[in-house]
């Protein structure tokens, strides 16, 4: 079984909301920065949020004051909640979890948001 697993991918009409949930084994919370990748199709693969251990979160401009990342230690999950969603969020979201020398990555979620 994969070390990171998400869930809560869909298909959702414009403005709408979606929330992804990664889960994670407990030492994967605790010692790394999770992040949330996307890529659309015919594009690469960008980093769409990502939060430290601390809490401290980072966004892509794109995504700012739509999505939120959270990460809950007790259920060793990460989450993007994401509002105001545009056609253009379209794409397979990754979790990511990464400190220097690894990095982990889940098979991904698709989320399709409709016009």
């Known amino acids: 079984q994969g070390q990171l697993v998400e869930s809560g991918g869909g298909v959702v009409q414009a403005g709408g909301s979606l929330r992804l949930s990664c889960a994670a084994s407990r030492s994967i919370l605790s010692n790394n920065v999770m992040g949330w990748y996307r890529q659309a199709p015919g594009k690469q693969r960008e980093l769409v949020a990502r939060i430290s251990t601390a809490g401290n979160a980072e966004y892509v401009d794109s995504v700012k004051g739509r999505f939120t990342i959270s990460r809950d230690n007790a259920k060793n999950t990460v989450y993007l909640q994401m509002n105001s969603l545009k056609t253009e969020d379209t794409g397979v979201y990754y979790c990511?979890?990464?400190?220097?020398?690894?990095?982990?990555w889940g098979k991904g979620t698709l989320v399709t948001v409709s016009s």
């Open positions: 990511n979890a990464a400190r220097i020398g690894i990095q982990y």
